[in-house]
């Protein structure tokens, strides 16, 4: 894992869950390019309800359940790293919003990176 912290760029990719490149999720194939490029991390949050430049409301409420949910893909690492990331973005996302937004890491740590931080810590489980 690399040391990162301090100022950063956190990539945020809109896309809707139906989305796919060569029969495989979308927001799959981007996670597993990030990590292919050695990106510090990426995250997909599903949404419960949104629209984009189509106009069309999609949403998780279960009288209109919708199959088509947005996803969001979020990478953070120094800015370079994510900039040299972008051309496999521009592949990838026909349709959908990319966003860049500067940020500051405050914390960035694996499990059993640290004394204490495995996953039984503050748990109050012992791990007998």
Do not use: N
Not at 48 to 53: D, L, T
Not at 98 to 111: P, Q, T
């Amino acid at each position: 894992m690399s040391r990162l912290s301090g100022p950063a760029l956190r990539l945020t990719v809109l896309v809707g869950e139906s989305d796919t490149w060569h029969h495989r999720p979308l927001y799959s194939e981007i996670v597993h390019r990030a990590r292919a490029a050695g990106l510090a991390g990426a995250s997909v949050f599903r949404g419960i309800e949104g629209f984009g430049a189509s106009s069309l409301v999609h949403t998780a409420r279960l009288l209109s359940l919708s199959e088509d949910l947005p996803v969001a893909v979020v990478i953070v690492d120094r800015e370079e790293r994510v900039r040299g990331f972008l051309p496999q973005l521009e592949e990838l996302v026909a349709e959908g919003l990319v966003l860049l937004d500067r940020c500051e890491v405050v914390r960035y740590a694996g499990r059993g990176t640290e004394p204490g931080a495995g996953p039984d810590a503050g748990s109050g489980e012992s791990a007998e």
